[in-house]
C-alpha cells in the first residue's frame, strides 16, 4: 500500500531580483523585478508502507524542499501529494498525526523551555494518553539517553542533544511515515553511531522513512531503495546497488602476469580499451566500458598474449559513482 505519493510535484519560488546595495533596494521599490526559481519539477515518487527510502542530491537540488511539500510545510505550485490517500493541505490534522519531520538544520523544539516541557506540549497536542507517553519516553531514555537531555532549555542543548531531543519529539505520537532531512548532521561519530541504530530500529518496526542526507554512512545499510534529485527532477529512482549499473559504465581489470606482457599487444587485441602499465613489469590494467565487453572477453583476449597468475575488477564504490553523479562526471545511460 502506497503511504506517500506524489504526482507531477512542483514547487517555483519567485524571489525579487534586486541590484545590490540599499540602491538596489530602494530601485526595487519602484521597479519589482522578481526570478522564478523551480525547485522541484514534476517530481513523481511514490513509497510503499514500510520502505526505508534515500533521497539525495547535490546541493540545492530540491531535497529539503520536496520534504517540506511532502509534510505539508510548503504549498506546491502544482501538482499533488497524498498521505496515506490524505492531502497534508486539506487534511492538516490527520496527516500531522500520519507523519514525523526531522530537520537536522532546524529545531521544532521551544528556545525558552526544557526539553521536558516540549516533549509535553508535543504530546497534547497530538492526543498522546500519559500511559504511552510514559512508555514511549522509556524508550527514548534507552535508546537515546534522552534522560541527560530533559531538563536542558532548547537554547542551551548541543547540537548532539538537540537531536536527540528533535527525534523524540518527531517520533513521540509513532507516526507510520517520518521524514528525516540531513539527520545527523555536524553530529561526533559516536552520537552519529547511537542515532543510526536508532533509526534501523525505527525501520525495522515498520515505520515508513524517507532519509535526505548528504552522509553516505546514513544511507548505506539503511535504505534499500536510492532516489537521486538533480536540479529538482528526480534522475534515479532504484535500488541502491543498481546504481552502479545505471551510471558507472566503467571497469578496471588489473592484471598480474609471469611474464612482461607487451603493451601494444594487449592495446591491439582489445579496441576500445584503456591499456595502462602497473607498478611493475608484471602488472598492467585494463580500463573497458562493460556495455562493450565483459570481463570475460577481456580476459579470453589477454590469455594468449600474457601468462595470468591472477586478476581482479576494481568495481566503483556507491559513494565514488554518487560523488561523480553530483560533479556531472557521470550521466544515465540510456
Ligand atoms: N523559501 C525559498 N525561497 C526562494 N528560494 C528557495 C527557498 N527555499 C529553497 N529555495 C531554492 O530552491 C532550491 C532548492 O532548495 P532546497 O533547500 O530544497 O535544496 P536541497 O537539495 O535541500 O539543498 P541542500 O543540500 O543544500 O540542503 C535552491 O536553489 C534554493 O535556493
Given at each position: 500500500?502506497?503511504?506517500?505519493e506524489?504526482?507531477?510535484?512542483?514547487?517555483?519560488?519567485?524571489?525579487?531580483?534586486?541590484?545590490?546595495g540599499?540602491?538596489?533596494?530602494?530601485?526595487?521599490?519602484?521597479?519589482?523585478?522578481?526570478?522564478?526559481?523551480?525547485?522541484?519539477?514534476?517530481?513523481?515518487?511514490?513509497?510503499?508502507?514500510?520502505e526505508?527510502?534515500?533521497?539525495?542530491?547535490?546541493?540545492?537540488?530540491?531535497?529539503?524542499?520536496?520534504?517540506?511539500?511532502?509534510?505539508?510545510?510548503?504549498?506546491?505550485t502544482?501538482?499533488?501529494?497524498?498521505?496515506?490517500?490524505?492531502?497534508?493541505?486539506?487534511?492538516?490534522?490527520?496527516?500531522?498525526?500520519?507523519?514525523?519531520?526531522?530537520?537536522?538544520?532546524?529545531?521544532?523544539?521551544?528556545?525558552?523551555?526544557?526539553?521536558?516541557?516540549?516533549?509535553?506540549?508535543?504530546?497534547?497536542?497530538?492526543g498522546?494518553?500519559?500511559?504511552?507517553?510514559?512508555?514511549?519516553?522509556?524508550?527514548?531514555?534507552d535508546?537515546?539517553?534522552?534522560?541527560?537531555?530533559?531538563?536542558?532549555?532548547?537554547?542551551?542543548?548541543?547540537?548532539?542533544?538537540r537531536?536527540?531531543?528533535?527525534?523524540?519529539?518527531?517520533?513521540?505520537?509513532?507516526?507510520?511515515?517520518?521524514?528525516?532531512?540531513?539527520?545527523?548532521?555536524?553530529?561526533?561519530l559516536?552520537?552519529?553511531?547511537?542515532?543510526?541504530?536508532?533509526?534501523r530500529?525505527?525501520?525495522?518496526?515498520?515505520t515508513?522513512?524517507?532519509?535526505?542526507?548528504?552522509?553516505?554512512?546514513?544511507i548505506?545499510?539503511?535504505?534499500?531503495?536510492?532516489v537521486?534529485?538533480?536540479?529538482?527532477?528526480?534522475?534515479?529512482?532504484?535500488?541502491?546497488?543498481?546504481?552502479?549499473?545505471?551510471?558507472?559504465?566503467?571497469?578496471i581489470?588489473n592484471?598480474?602476469?609471469?611474464?612482461?606482457?607487451?603493451?601494444?599487444?594487449?592495446?591491439a587485441a582489445?579496441?576500445?580499451?584503456?591499456?595502462?602499465?602497473?607498478?611493475?613489469?608484471?602488472?598492467?590494467?585494463?580500463?573497458?566500458?562493460?556495455?562493450?565487453?565483459?570481463?570475460?572477453?577481456?580476459?579470453?583476449?589477454?590469455?594468449?598474449?600474457?601468462?595470468?597468475?591472477?586478476?581482479?575488477?576494481?568495481?566503483?564504490?556507491?559513494?565514488?559513482?554518487?560523488?561523480?553523479?553530483?560533479?556531472?562526471?557521470l550521466?544515465?545511460?540510456?
Amino acid at each position: 500500500m502506497a503511504l506517500v505519493e506524489a504526482r507531477e510535484l512542483t514547487k517555483v519560488f519567485r524571489r525579487p531580483d534586486k541590484d545590490p546595495g540599499l540602491r538596489g533596494a530602494v530601485k526595487h521599490l519602484f521597479t519589482r523585478r522578481f526570478v522564478d526559481k523551480t525547485a522541484v519539477d514534476h517530481v513523481d515518487l511514490t513509497i510503499e508502507a514500510g520502505e526505508a527510502v534515500a533521497y539525495v542530491g547535490p546541493n540545492g537540488a530540491g531535497k529539503s524542499t520536496t520534504v517540506k511539500l511532502l509534510s505539508g510545510i510548503l504549498v506546491p505550485t502544482s501538482g499533488e501529494v497524498r498521505i496515506d490517500g490524505l492531502s497534508p493541505q486539506r487534511d492538516r490534522m490527520a496527516v500531522s498525526h500520519r507523519i514525523g519531520v526531522l530537520f537536522g538544520q532546524r529545531t521544532q523544539l521551544w528556545w525558552d523551555l526544557p526539553v521536558s516541557e516540549s516533549l509535553a506540549v508535543l504530546r497534547d497536542v497530538y492526543g498522546v494518553d500519559h500511559g504511552t507517553y510514559r512508555r514511549r519516553m522509556a524508550r527514548f531514555e534507552d535508546v537515546l539517553e534522552l534522560g541527560e537531555v530533559l531538563p536542558v532549555l532548547g537554547r542551551k542543548l548541543s547540537l548532539g542533544q538537540r537531536m536527540r531531543a528533535d527525534l523524540a519529539a518527531a517520533l513521540l505520537h509513532a507516526p507510520p511515515v517520518v521524514y528525516l532531512d540531513e539527520p545527523t548532521i555536524g553530529l561526533d561519530l559516536a552520537v552519529k553511531d547511537r542515532v543510526r541504530e536508532f533509526f534501523r530500529t525505527v525501520r525495522d518496526e515498520g515505520t515508513t522513512v524517507m532519509l535526505t542526507s548528504h552522509d553516505l554512512g546514513d544511507i548505506e545499510g539503511f535504505c534499500r531503495r536510492l532516489v537521486i534529485i538533480d536540479e529538482g527532477r528526480i534522475i534515479f529512482d532504484g535500488d541502491l546497488e543498481a546504481v552502479k549499473d545505471a551510471f558507472a559504465r566503467e571497469r578496471i581489470l588489473n592484471v598480474q602476469t609471469e611474464t612482461a606482457a607487451v603493451l601494444d599487444d594487449v592495446r591491439a587485441a582489445l579496441p576500445g580499451a584503456q591499456v595502462t602499465a602497473g607498478e611493475t613489469p608484471l602488472q598492467f590494467s585494463v580500463r573497458f566500458d562493460r556495455f562493450t565487453m565483459t570481463a570475460g572477453h577481456v580476459v579470453t583476449a589477454l590469455a594468449p598474449l600474457a601468462n595470468l597468475v591472477d586478476f581482479g575488477v576494481d568495481e566503483p564504490s556507491i559513494e565514488d559513482v554518487i560523488r561523480r553523479v553530483y560533479s556531472g562526471e557521470l550521466v544515465l545511460t540510456p
